[in-house]
C-alpha cells in the first residue's frame, strides 16, 4: 500500500500506522504528532521560523478561532526543487534527462555531431549547456517525448530506484529535506490538503510524489507537454509530445493553482525567484496567510546560495520575503537535520 | 460548511450526517447508504444497469475480493452535460453566455450591427446560432473573458442562484440526475474519488460543483481559457483571457485525466460521444473497469434524443457501448426519479 495524503487523512489511526510501517525507514514521519503527544516538527530548531508555522496553524485550524479556516479551504502549495528536495549542482531532472540521453544514444548516431548532445556525449557536461536555456530545453525534449505516459512512467521508475547523487552518492529520492517531510505530515494531520506546485515535470514528480512526500498524482501540478489521445494496436494510449504544453513556474504558478485547484492556497512554500508569484498569491487572499522561503544557508550539510545562483536564484523574492515579513527559513540555523541521512 | 467529497470522506459518520444536514432537501443524498441499512441508490429501478453498477463497485472494494482496488486507485469520472445535469434545448452554459450578452449589450452599442449578437439581441436565438460553433465561440469568449477569475466567479454565483430553466422554470442546479447523486455519494462512501470531466468551462462549473454534486473544485475538470497573472493596483489578480486554453472534449478528456488526475479512472460515466474516448481510456487499463452511458430515452419525464441529436449527441458511442457490453442506462425505464423534483 501507498501512502497517499488521502489514505493517512481519510482512515483511523491503526490505518495511518500501518501504512507508515510500510514506509522506508529513512521517510518515518513522526507519526506521534497525530496524537499531539510528540514535537509534530523533531527536526526544527525552536527558532522563529518553527513558531510562526505553528502559530499560523494553530490560527487557522483550532476551534473557536476567530481566523478558522474550514477544511476544504486548507490548501497548501509546495514548490520541489531546492524547497521539497535538493537541486545542487543541477537540478535532479535534468541529471535524469542527461542519463537518458546518454541512454537513447546508439539509437542517435546523428548526436556525435550535432550540440548539445555532442558535448554531452564526451562528457563535457559544461560545453552541453553552453546553450543555456535552448540547449537545456532540447534535452528535456527529445527525453521527455516520443514514448506513451505509461513507458514514461516506468523509465522513470527505473532511474528514480538505481541513480545517484554525484556529491553524496544516495538516491536523488533520499535527497529530500526532512524538516519539510515532517511540514508537510504536520500540515495534513492539521486537515490541510498539501499540493506540490513546481516548474519540474508533472509526470515526472508524480512516479515519486506519493511514496516520498506522501502528494498523489492529483495534487502533483507541473510543467507539462502536450499528450496525444491515440490508438495502439487498437489500445488507447496518451503520446508525450515534443511540445510544450504548460511552464508551471514564475507567473505560471498562479494559473496552474487556478487550473488545477481552482481556490487560492492559504499557505504557500517556496524557496526561489520562481515562485515568488505563487507565494504573492497565497497572501493576497482575505483572513491569515502563510508564505514561507526556504533559504539555502548551509554550505557544509547542503549548499549555500541566493541571489547569483543560476539554480534556484533567491533575489527578488528574498526582497519582498523581508519587505513583507515573510518566513525566511535559514537552513543552517533553523534545521536540526537536513536530509533524512543527516548532511551531505 | 459545504460537503466535499474529501469532506464526507474523511470525517466521522457523525460528521457525514450533519454535513448533510446542511444541504437543501432536495439534494439530500441516502446517508443510510453508509450504513448498509437502505438501498443506497433507492432512485434506480432494480434492472440490469443497477445491478451493474452495484456488482462493479463490490468487485473492487469488497475485503478479499480477487478484484480489490487500492482507495487510491479508485477514480472514477463523470461528464458534466447530459450526464449529472439536463441540456436541453441548449447546454445551460449556453444560456448563461446568452444572458450575459443581453447584460452587457449597453456597453456594447456595436453590437447592434453585428453577428450573433445583432440576432441574439432581437431575440433571434436561431438567427444568432446560425453561425455554428464559431458563433458560439464568440459568444461564449465575450463573455467569458475581461474580467477576474473572482469577478467571474460571482457573475456566475448571482446567475446560477437566480436564472430560470426555460421549460420548468426551475433553477439550472435543480435540474440535476437524482439518481447521478445517489451514484456519486455511493461511490464516495465506497473509497471512490469522484472527478468531473466535462467540455464545459471548468470556472464555470467549480461555482456549484461542490454544493450540487459534492465535487470540490479540485476534483472538477473543465474546458478553460488562458489566465494572465497581473497586479492590478498592486494586487495580484488572474484575468481570464479571450483564447482557447484547453479543450476538454473527445481526445481532449483523457489528456485532461492525464494533466489533472494522473492516474487512469477504473470507472467513467458519460452520455455522448464526446464522452467516447474518456470512457475507452477507462477501460484500457488493467483489472475491473467500468464504463456507463446515459441514454436519453424519456421525452416525457426529461428530453429523447440520440443519434441525429445536435446537443449530445449518442452515435459512435452507442455503437461502441452495445458492441463492448458498457453499460448503457435507458432513462426511461432505468430510473424511477429523474431529477429531486421529478420529471418535467
Known sequence: MTVSSDTIFTMGRRTILSGLAALPVLYALP????????????????????QAIVTFVERVTKAGSPDL?????????FDNDGTLWAEQPIY??????????????????????????????????????AGGEAAIFEIVTVTHSGMTTVEFEQIVQDWIATARHPVTKRLYSEMVYQPMLELLAYLRANGFKTFIVSGGG????????????????????GSSGKLDFELRDGKPVLMKMPELNFNDDKNGKPVGIQIHIGRQPIAAFGNSDGDLQMLEWA????????????????AEREWAYDRTSSIGRLDKALDVAQAEGWTVVDMKNDWKTIFPFGGK
Chains 1, 2 share one sequence.
Open 92 to 129: 535532479f531532472q535534468l541529471a535524469f534527462a542527461l542519463d537518458r540521453v546518454k541512454a537513447l544514444a546508439p539509437l542517435h548516431p546523428e548526436w556525435k555531431d550535432k550540440e548539445p548532445f555532442a558535448s554531452l556525449l564526451k562528457g563535457d557536461l559544461k560545453g552541453a549547456l
Open 69 to 77: 479556516v474550514p477544511p476544504a479551504e486548507r490548501i497548501a502549495t
Open 202 to 221: 508533472i509526470d515526472f514528480m508524480r512516479v515519486f510524489a506519493e511514496r516520498v512526500y506522501g502528494v498523489p498524482p492529483e495534487q502533483t501540478i
Open 283 to 298: 497572501r493576497a487572499g482575505a483572513g491569515v496567510r502563510f508564505a514561507l522561503l526556504v533559504h539555502h544557508t548551509d
Open 31 to 50: 507519526a506521534m504528532a497525530q496524537t499531539g503527544v510528540a514535537d509534530p516538527l523533531p527536526s526544527w530548531n525552536d527558532t522563529a521560523s518553527k
